[in-house]
């Protein structure tokens, strides 16, 4: 199961009271359903699929979106303004809305002559075409399944299609190549597979798909889909948490849901694997009905990808995890935006140490962390999609409040400016161009972090692009600190360190401090960015354009302009040893700020070999050693034989925590010395480090 995380128990809730006659009664009519539903289970997955796929139907829009749709059919059941050589998600798309609102009584084309004829005409011409396309997703996933799910729609309506047209497009959902052991794409392809089964009631078909549908839960370390972790690859070692993960989470949840009660239901260890992968990593990601951009992949080059747009997934869930139902249940009003996006959020922060992400999330905010290493894929392009996306793995940092703030900016976006990234400052997009598809190795091996599930430290050792770097980030409750030492480059272009690039939302405030002096500070949308050293921060407020096609082939080539806000550290030409330093403060007002007490933050180095802070009201120390060595602070010391990440808890106290990890996933044990603040007599631990597929994860001792 996942590390340090919590398997729920799976209990059927108690019955209420009744008389013993009633209560046999019930009994016997659920036990004879169930019988029924097990013995032929077929009907009852179709209804159940049927039902789903209306769920959320807005008839109003449906019906006009129809109307406009019937309009411009020509005569032989195609539109003019697809070119199906090249046909991706239309005209599927647009069959399966006409024969959705066919089968509504609610709809104004409930049961109308004229839509019947005009969806078995735009059937037969799919089927006379056979459209293929260049990317094989479209003809083995989507295709199959919107065919699928336009035959059971219509296996509702009052005139079915005609016998031999549904048998000619159920033979065509047949795909050449089943992809057994590949995560979403399994589930994916397993999904057309049940539709198939339940419409030609064929129990081989059905053992296929339910086996399949299935078969992607599981633990798989270093291979594709859920990780010991909890976080997911796909396309091999590369982190796919919301994006390839979504569909995995999605044909997960949709498969238990529809299966539920027969003999192909979801085995209950299996289902404590999916539970924990919503619970724990996938919907974690989620700031009101926002994703972190981080965990998109290359989706975040598509219009409205940040939208979660949950939907009914959550009311799933809560059948088969009762026991969470108030998590869920939380869940469903942020995600819905019916409650703020805090709303039942309890402080957490987790490290993933297979995919190189951290997360940390408070009532107040989220913040995460994507970085890269030799053992994982760099952020991909595919398809023509994230085509500027190249230094999305060096650091990216994503910081919401209300979860909007990046949603739908990236065809502004200056791409060599990522939030959070140390990078060349480019004239022109060419520099964040990636001219290889798939995914490319990272190019280091120190990149991790340290965790205790509430506070951690994460660092990457920068080394791309001909740019270098220390960059680390210690994270608390109310701030996050990032620290970068170590800077070099001997490229033309000069060097920045982007601190964040989001919709400008109202005033950008300053303090009285000029910017670049010691104390500087900046707020924006709520969020406060100190500078405690001599820095020099650029800000910028300007009109920003590009379009979606720019970042993504397949969008649209519309010029779009916005006003961005922009802070930045400019390091210069040819930077030799160039830091920074900036504290983040979410959920704060510029009166706030004055009053902040910025002692509690205690910057004690920040250096190519350490980089530490401690907090002086939550009593803890946290550092990275790139190096062995040792950090002197207050009267204490703190030292180490290997490179490490090492996080004391109570740190002024007879028991202190020590957690400690190794970023480069090599060593067995690191030898800690530790003299408390006042003593004469250091402490000398012996940590024994996780190894396998747990190397890099957390390790924890108490100091005695």
């Not at 793995?393 to 739908?408: C, F, H, K, L, V």
């Amino acid at each position: 199961m996942f590390a340090g995380k919590k398997i729920v128990n799976y209990k059927i809730p108690a019955f209420r009271r009744f008389s013993a006659g009633a209560l046999s009664v019930v009994l016997l009519f659920v036990l004879m359903n169930q019988a029924k539903a097990q013995q032929e289970p077929y009907d009852t997955i179709l209804q159940r699929i049927n039902t789903d796929l209306q769920t959320f139907v807005n008839d109003k829009n449906l019906a006009a979106e129809v109307s406009v749709n019937l309009k411009n059919l020509n005569t032989d059941g195609s539109w003019s303004d697809i070119n199906y050589a090249d046909a991706q998600y239309a005209p599927l798309k647009r069959i399966k809305d006409m024969a959705t609102a066919y089968i509504r009584p609610a709809n104004k084309w409930y049961n109308h002559a004229e839509l019947h004829a005009s969806i078995v005409k735009a059937l037969q011409n799919w089927f006379d075409k056979n459209p293929k396309n260049k990317n094989w997703w479209y003809n083995d996933i989507f295709y199959p399944q919107a065919i699928g799910q336009t035959l059971i729609l219509m296996r509702n309506a009052k005139v079915q299609l005609p016998a031999d047209l549904e048998k000619t497009l159920i033979q065509r959902m047949v795909i050449r190549r089943f992809r057994a052991g590949d995560g979403a794409n399994t589930s994916d392809e397993a999904l057309h597979y049940l539709y198939r089964a339940c419409l030609t009631r064929n129990k081989a078909t059905l053992d296929s798909a339910g086996k399949y549908l299935f078969e992607p839960i599981a633990i798989a370390d270093g291979k594709e889909g859920v990780q010991v972790d909890g976080s997911y690859y796909q396309h091999g070692r590369q982190q796919a948490i919301a994006s390839y993960g979504r569909v995995f989470a999605g044909n997960s949840v949709n498969a238990a849901f529809y299966l539920r009660g027969t003999n192909y239901a979801l085995p209950k260890d299996q289902m404590a694997i999916l539970v924990n992968y919503l619970k724990n990593t996938f919907l974690q990601t989620i700031r009101g009905s926002f994703y972190d951009f981080n965990v998109r992949g290359r989706g975040i080059s598509r219009k409205d990808s940040l939208n979660s747009g949950m939907g009914g997934m959550i009311e799933k869930i809560k059948l088969f995890d009762p026991e969470n139902a108030s998590y869920w249940e939380a869940s469903v009003l942020r995600t819905a935006n019916k409650k703020p996006a805090g709303y039942g959020i309890v402080a957490n922060h987790t490290h993933f140490w297979k995919s190189n992400y951290t997360l940390h999330v408070r009532p107040a905010y989220t913040f995460s962390v994507q970085s890269s290493s030799d053992r994982t894929l760099r952020t991909e392009r595919g398809n023509n999609e994230n085509i500027l996306g190249k230094f999305l793995p060096d650091g990216a940092t994503n910081i919401q409040r209300s979860g909007s703030e990046y949603a739908n900016l990236m065809p502004v976006w200056e791409w060599d400016k990522i939030p959070g990234t140390t990078s060349r400052d480019y004239p022109d997009d060419s520099g964040a161009t990636i001219h290889k598809d798939w995914g490319i190795p990272g190019t280091t091996k120190f990149s991790g972090g340290v965790s205790d599930g509430v506070y951690g430290v994460s660092c990457y050792d920068l080394n791309y692009d001909s740019v270098q770097a220390k960059k680390a980030w210690f994270f608390f409750d109310k701030e996050v600190v990032c620290l970068g030492a170590g800077i070099t480059s001997e490229a033309k272009e000069s060097v920045t360190t982007t601190i964040n690039q989001a919709w400008l939302r109202g005033v950008i405030s300053r303090s009285s401090t000029a910017k670049g002096e010691k104390g500087f500070w900046a707020l924006h949308d709520s969020i406060a960015y100190i500078f405690p050293e001599r820095s020099n921060v650029e800000i910028s407020n300007a009109v920003q354009s590009g379009s979606w096609y720019r970042i993504n082939q397949g969008q649209s080539k519309t010029e779009l302009t916005d006003k961005v806000f922009k802070i930045w550290v400019n390091h210069g030409t040819a930077p030799q040893n160039a830091s920074y330093q900036y504290i983040v403060i979410p959920g704060i007002t510029v009166e706030g700020i004055k009053k902040y007490n910025r002692s509690v933050i205690q910057i004690l180095k920040n250096t190519a070999e350490l980089q530490a802070v401690k907090h002086t009201v939550l009593n803890m120390l946290q550092a990275v050693f790139y190096k062995a060595g040792t950090l002197v602070y207050d009267g204490g010391s703190l030292t180490v034989d290997q490179p490490c990440t090492v996080y004391i808890k109570n740190l002024n106290t007879k028991n202190p925590l020590l957690y400690i990890a190794d970023p480069a996933q090599e060593k067995a044990s690191i030898q800690v010395q530790f003299k408390p603040a006042g003593s004469a007599v250091p402490k000398n631990i012996t940590c024994k480090l996780p190894e396998g597929a747990f190397a890099g994860a957390t390790a924890s001792f108490k100091i005695e």
